[in-house]
T-cell receptor, first 114, second 113 residues
């Protein structure tokens, strides 16, 4: 199957700082990328959907000014958590697909804000 | 709106036995896909099986089979001959064309030796 990578796989940052997470589709062009957040012992919750070259569509309750998503190319999307706080600590998973075909998931990034 | 429901927070099964994980869904789209994923403690989402809404036969992939009952809107996952390595979280998900994938709450499966 297709491969989606995320970097970093884990990150620890101090409260008030910003963290950028990268999501790359390695062997296909992703017209759409998705960002999910998963708190411990909970399900994946969709944060936003981004199409290459256009602004991301955020789910209700997700602050777009706090979670900045950039999908600048067909193989790269970034999620920046701005002014991170301990409550932002979570497992962030990206997913990518080309057109309306199969959706592939990245391995996830574990963010801990101290 | 799409909705996925998994009513079993946790399940136990004896090694080598079969287990069924429940999933029901709700959608107004006539065309949709149903998925099951396994998430071990490492966090990665491992694709297990897919069922299309127009598929006539239940999907099977090795020890995994999907009991698709369209009229009841259920898509239960059956794992046969459970192995210790099957212990993980299992998520049911649904996607309609041009829509994103939505997940159920998940079921934690524990396989006992």
């Amino acid at each position: 199957g297709a491969v989606v990578s995320q970097h970093p796989s884990w990150v620890i940052c101090k409260s008030g700082t910003s963290v950028k997470i990268e999501c790359r589709s390695l062997d296909f062009q992703a017209t759409t990328m998705f960002w999910y957040r998963q708190f411990p012992k909970q399900s994946l919750m969709l944060m936003a959907t981004s199409n290459e070259g256009s602004k991301a569509t955020y789910e209700q309750g997700v602050e777009k000014d706090k979670f900045l998503i950039n999908h600048a190319s067909l193989t790269l999307s970034t999620l920046t958590v701005t002014s991170a706080h301990p409550e932002d600590s979570s497992f962030y998973i990206c997913s990518a697909r080309w057109e309306d075909y199969e959706q592939y998931f990245g391995p996830g990034t574990r963010l801990t804000v101290t | 709106a799409q909705k996925i429901t998994q009513t079993q927070p946790g399940m136990f099964v004896q090694e080598k036995e079969a287990v069924t994980l429940d999933c029901t869904y709700d959608t107004s789209d006539p065309s949709y896909g149903l998925f099951w994923y396994k998430q071990p403690s490492s966090g990665e989402m491992i694709f297990l099986i897919y069922q299309g809404s127009y598929d006539q036969q239940n999907a099977t992939e090795g020890r995994y089979s999907l009991n698709f009952q369209k009229a009841r809107k259920s898509a239960n996952l059956v794992i046969s001959a459970s192995q210790l390595g099957d212990s993980a979280m299992y998520f049911c998900a649904m996607r309609s064309p041009n829509n994103d994938m939505r997940f159920g709450a998940g079921t934690r499966l524990t396989v006992k030796p």
